[in-house]
């Protein structure tokens, strides 16, 4: 769906948002080694894509970053039962900028 006014943009006023977690182990059928919440939005008129604002691309277990093209965020996160450190031996990696 578009606005109804095509000399308008599309006011987004209505989203589409999938959360997603994955439980995350060393090897297939490991144990769990940590958890990670991959979210995406899209306005639920027009299905533009929207974009993280302010975290790295990449995959961290100690703090959340985007996909490379900025539309899905990915938050570790850890049951509230479990030690302040779950999770954070999962291997990872961010993308930086060449200075």
């Given at each position: 769906m578009t606005s109804l006014n095509p000399d308008l943009p599309?006011?987004?006023e209505g989203f589409d948002v999938l959360v997603a977690v994955t439980r995350l182990t060393?090897?297939?059928?490991?144990p769990v080694t940590g958890f990670s919440a991959s979210i995406t939005a899209a306005c639920a008129q027009c299905g533009e894509k929207f974009r993280w604002i302010g975290?790295?691309?990449?995959l961290?277990?100690?703090?959340p970053c985007c996909s490379v093209d900025e539309t899905e965020l990915r938050a570790p996160l850890r049951p509230a039962?479990?030690?302040p450190d779950f999770g954070l031996g999962v291997p990872g990696f961010a993308i930086g900028?060449?200075?």
């Open positions: 599309c006011p987004h060393v090897h297939d059928d490991g975290v790295p691309a990449g961290l277990p100690d703090r039962s479990s030690d900028v060449a200075r």
